[in-house]
T-cell receptor, first 113, second 115 residues
Framework: AQSVTQPDIHITVSEGASLELRCNYSYGATPYLFWYVQSPGQGLQLLLKYFSGDTLVQGIKGFEAEFKRSQSSFNLRKPSVHWSDAAEYFCAVGMEYGNKLVFGAGTILRVKS | EAGVTQFPSHSVIEKGQTVTLRCDPISGHDNLYWYRRVMGKEIKFLLHFVKESKQDESGMPNNRFLAERTGGTYSTLKVQPAELEDSGVYFC?????????????FGPGTRLTVT
């Protein structure tokens, strides 16, 4: 069955430090992968997505993610975290039929000054 | 352009009562999705509309849940009668395209608490 694993429930980083959020997926076909972010009181906002081609994907707000098929991973990175990045981050895979999304459990990012 | 809106933002009801959640997708988006996040768990798919037709309702937990999208515009999700385990955040999303990988635009969610 399709699944997405985000092994870190909470992560705390210092402002200005680098960030990597982990995501592993299980999907039998070509994965369509997404990272969404949810700030308090807001809906989920798409940060970036991967379909094919270059395995390093650039997104909004300075985020990037790297697709590694051999590791079934799609980790999210940012070189320098800002306090406004504090939010919950979700990794998801899009199903072939109908495009429903299967989400990971989410990672809550805290940024300390 | 207005985003996806959901009403109400919060709802607190007693077990056995009925609640109706509403979602207004982005204008022109034929695809509408409902998801639910129970506390501490993943966001899970409930169902998918294409215009007014249910394309996939494989995620609906049981027959206490009824979703409609009359006229292919806004959608409602009714829970009747509500149970304690129905508590959670209900998200609606819309998309202009049906294909795999198309971006879904999410609303802020409705937080439902059943006491």
């Amino acid at each position: 069955a399709q699944s997405v694993t985000q092994p870190d429930i909470h992560i705390t980083v210092s402002e200005g430090a680098s960030l990597e959020l982990r995501c592993n997926y299980s999907y039998g076909a070509t994965p369509y992968l997404f990272w969404y972010v949810q700030s308090p009181g807001q809906g989920l906002q798409l940060l970036l997505k991967y379909f094919s081609g270059d395995t390093l994907v650039q997104g909004i707000k300075g985020f990037e993610a790297e697709f590694k098929r051999s590791q079934s991973s799609f980790n999210l990175r940012k070189p320098s975290v800002h306090w406004s990045d504090a939010a919950e981050y979700f990794c998801a895979v899009g199903m072939e039929y109908g495009n429903k999304l299967v989400f990971g459990a989410g990672t809550i990012l805290r940024v300390k000054s | 352009e207005a985003g996806v809106t959901q009403f109400p933002s919060h709802s607190v009801i007693e077990k056995g009562q009925t609640v109706t959640l509403r979602c207004d997708p982005i204008s022109g988006h034929d695809n509408l999705y409902w998801y639910r996040r129970v506390m501490g768990k993943e966001i899970k798919f409930l169902l998918h509309f294409v215009k007014e037709s249910k394309q996939d309702e494989s995620g609906m937990p049981n027959n206490r849940f009824l979703a409609e999208r009359t006229g292919g515009t806004y959608s409602t999700l009714k829970v009747q009668p509500a149970e304690l385990e129905d508590s959670g955040v209900y998200f609606c999303a819309s998309s202009p395209l049906p294909g795999q990988g198309s971006e879904q635009y999410f609303g802020p969610g409705t937080r439902l608490t059943v006491t």
